[in-house]
């Protein structure tokens, strides 16, 4: 399986291996939960605006089919690599599994760079996309949703292509879609929801004081920025927030809504007047009660690890944590770890709701999805935390481990075909 070889694909690979090796999976077993099940790669030429026609590589890895169909986000990047996006695919498998839902794991991509990219060209980039892997996805199969440099918008465009090439509307095809076009209430929200949820489990589990905490938050993007206002709303002062192009530090605590407001006004995020420039490597290690990683992978390495300053990591982003990292941090115990499997798992979980409404065409309300993502959530916590506990073992180690165990299981109850 060398065509995924990449840092977040052996990152991923080590984190499964620590797990089986504490879930005492024989060996003859792990290679067919460990690698991803297939991969597409397609090659996605448009005409951009200047006349030049470009070829975008793009990438779709479903990683296990035994639960249902495969679930995961679409990535749109200059680093995106099919290595990356196997990473994230399997992340996404352990993920479903932890939280109950009856999904494999899966993730794509695009290696391209959407800030430079005008919207006609990003809608003929998706629209293309979505043509060249249209067999390889729908509501039965494989069903994206938003990640980093995609939205609602992306997301309408591939349900369109796709319902345009069934000649009938499927809805159910992606998540993360308008709510006029059949989205659920709530996606949007969810996952940096699901993330403020949990950061307040942690903070009950050592006694913290929600309204005397301080917060730092790398990437305000969709994540990151619903996070920081979830926590605000509980009194966590925010001192630190960061894009691609720096940090903004106010000791006082930043004051969301006018960074909000100057954001919407297209001003670019380091000229908010509001606060002082730091970089994303000063604010990885600036103290405070809560650290939330919300934007790309291994952000927190050997370098860094041993000088963050916080009580409780929450991981929003997927993989922020290398596992040398982690070697580090598991010899902090005064640092709460909310691992990414569970602390992002709250975008996933509304996908899942969103794709219950489409397929019944019955639609809740915003307070019935927040209620029954928090009841997700809350018996995620209580078994990885309780895991941990009783193991001995991180967080990390105990939410991963429950991932697995349960797709292993169904792979045994399935049996191998033929
Ligand atoms: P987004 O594109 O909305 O935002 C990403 C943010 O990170 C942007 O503000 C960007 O400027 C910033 N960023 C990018 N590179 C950076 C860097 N090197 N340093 C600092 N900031 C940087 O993406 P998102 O949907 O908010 O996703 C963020 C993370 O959360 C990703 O790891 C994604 O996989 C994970 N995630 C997202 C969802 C979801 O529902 N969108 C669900 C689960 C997990």
């Not at 694909?9 to 291996?17: I, K, N």
């Not at 109950?100 to 629209?127: N, Q, V």
């Not at 159910?172 to 307040?200: C, F, H, N, Q």
Request: hydrophobic share 40%.
């Amino acid at each position: 399986m060398d065509i995924y070889a990449s840092p977040t694909f052996d990152m991923a690979c080590r984190q499964f291996d620590l797990c089986a090796d504490l879930l005492e999976i024989p060996d003859n077993d792990r290679a067919r939960l460990k690698y991803p099940k297939r991969a597409l790669t397609v090659a996605v030429p448009i005409h951009l605006d200047d006349g030049r026609t470009v070829v975008y590589p793009g990438y779709r890895v479903q990683h296990h089919l035994s639960l249902g169909p495969t679930k995961g986000g679409m990535r749109y990047h200059p680093d995106v690599t099919i290595g990356e996006v196997a990473a994230l695919a399997m992340w996404m498998s352990w993920k479903c599994a932890l939280t109950g839902l009856p999904y494999g794991g899966a993730k794509g991509g695009i290696a391209c760079d959407p800030r430079k990219m005008s919207t006609t060209e990003l809608e003929r980039l998706t629209r293309r996309f979505t043509q060249e892997i249209i067999s390889f996805i729908g509501p039965q199969v494989d069903i994206p949703a938003p990640d980093v440099g995609t939205n609602e918008q992306t997301m309408a465009w591939m349900m369109d292509t796709y319902s345009t090439h069934m000649g009938y509307s499927v809805p159910g095809v992606v998540t993360g879609k308008p709510v006029g076009l059949g989205g659920s209430l709530g996606r949007r929200e969810a996952t940096g929801r699901g993330v403020g949820y949990l950061i307040g489990r942690a903070m009950d589990v050592l006694g913290l004081d929600s309204g005397k905490c301080t917060a730092v938050v790398q990437g305000y993007g969709n994540v990151g920025s619903v996070a920081a206002a979830s926590l605000a709303k509980h009194g966590t002062k925010i001192i630190a927030v960061s894009d691609v192009d720096g940090g903004l530090y106010n000791a006082g605590g930043l004051d969301l809504q006018k960074l909000d407001a100057h954001l919407a006004a297209r001003k670019p995020f380091t000229a908010f007047p509001e606060a002082d420039h730091i970089t994303n490597d000063q604010l990885l290690v600036t103290p405070c009660d809560v650290l939330v990683p919300a934007a790309l992978e291994r952000q927190i390495t050997e370098k860094n690890a041993a000088r963050i300053q916080c009580r409780i990591l929450a991981e929003a982003a997927n993989g922020p944590v290398t596992p040398d990292a982690d070697l580090i941090i598991n010899q902090r115990p005064e640092i709460f770890v909310i691992p990414d499997i569970l602390c992002n798992a709250g975008g996933v979980v509304v996908s899942y709701f969103e794709w219950v409404q489409d397929l019944q065409s019955f639609f809740w309300s915003e307070a019935e999805v927040v209620d029954k993502l928090f009841r997700i959530l809350e018996t995620a916590f209580a078994q990885t935390h309780h895991l941990s506990k009783q193991r001995k073992i991180s967080l990390r180690q105990a939410a991963l481990s429950l991932g697995i165990k349960r797709v292993a299981e169904a792979k045994k109850q399935r049996g191998l075909f033929p």
